[in-house]
């Protein structure tokens, strides 16, 4: 068994009350807790009196992180599903399992003593979860052991717990992980993502493994140098010649919608997504500012999505609105219809915001997000100008109408239906 400095470092070190690994993605954390740390200590604990607990931010995901690694390697036999009381069977012994994102959800144990607690991605839980599991470590042997990636200075994890370790004498362990602490990871896929962190938070909090405060441009990559991911490829006639008509890839041709009231404005996105999910290309934008009325505002989205018919000659595939204006979108639904456009509308599907900031981030990072110059100026200028939230502890894109983020949100709206898909090219890409 191959191990790494850092993980034979918690082995020797991490027997204390809480043991904490926090750092970089891919740096072997959770790979030594599911080979030795979960096994050792349930199996140290058989038979004494308390709860065994794992939390993850939902069951889901502790199946995903937690059970199915631990299958793969000891069997269904010695690790079981999690049945419907929350309670999976691990080495024989019972394990509660509960999604910690919720404080009701762990108040089931609520009154109970808790001999062993793995927590897994801890930095995403509620303040009020910890402070429960503290409460019920209540044996000389209760033990909790915990992986999470950092976020910001202010989190309440690292101000109100692991900058105190020293001062208040706390029987911890804390570890801090680089993605260079894994020796055995792929050098291209080090390297790769590398690349694709550079010039964000995200490099140093998920490669070098620092606690630090989102602030600054979000898409630093794409402000700095815009033009890089303008798309120039033309078609060619008979003769060879470049024509004045873009030759883009086949694809799904959508249209993101979002409406932002008479505060902000409505703004729309043409977006070309490949059908092998490579490319994503913004093929034109508008934003509408002012007092617009419900015919109006459909006649403007009727006439964009003429325009970029006409002009790309294509089909759009669907035209996706703000899920949350149901109103909005049956006078849309009937407005295609009497205007012979041929499309689907249907509200567009909203995933977390920071995860469709992650994915536009990297497909800036791999190359994968161009635009046509002329038709997306309003787009450019949402990407190059959005901001984080310096007042904000959580990661929050800057809302405050001094920056386009309708045209952000609607851009997202043309994506987010593939989002699975999209990200699972950026897997492939991260390995080559």
Known sequence: MQLSEKQKEFINYGNHRYNIKTGATRSGKTYLDILYTIPARIRERAGKDGLNVILGVTTSTIERNVLTPLREIYGNDLISTISSRNIAVLFGEQVYCLGAEKVNQVSKIRGSSIKYCYCDELAEYNEEVFELLKSRLDKPYSCLDATLNPESNSHWLKKDFIDTVEEKNIDAFIQTYTIFD???????????????????????RYILGQWCNAEGLIYKKFADEPKKYIWTKKKLDDSGKETDEYDLPNGYTIIGIDYGGNASGQAF?????????????????????????????EELEINFAKRMMYKYKTKIDFMLPDNAETVLIRGLRNAVINANVDTIVKGCIKDEINNRIDLERT????????????????????????????????????DDLTTDIDTLDAFEYSFTRYMKQINNMIERRRKC
């Open 182 to 204: 894994n020796p055995f990871l792929d050098k291209t896929f080090v390297d790769n993502l590398c690349k694709e962190y550079e010039g964000t938070i995200y490099y140093n």
């Open 269 to 297: 996105v043409c977006t070309r997504i490949s059908y092998d999910f490579k490319y994503v290309i913004a093929l034109g934008s508008e934003f509408h500012k002012g007092d617009i009325d419900p015919d109006k505002l």
């Open 363 to 398: 497909m800036i990072a791999y190359d994968m997000f161009y635009y046509i110059e002329e038709e997306c100026k309003t787009l450019v200028d949402a990407l190059s100008s959005a901001l984080w939230d310096s007042e904000k502890i959580e990661d929050v894109r800057l």
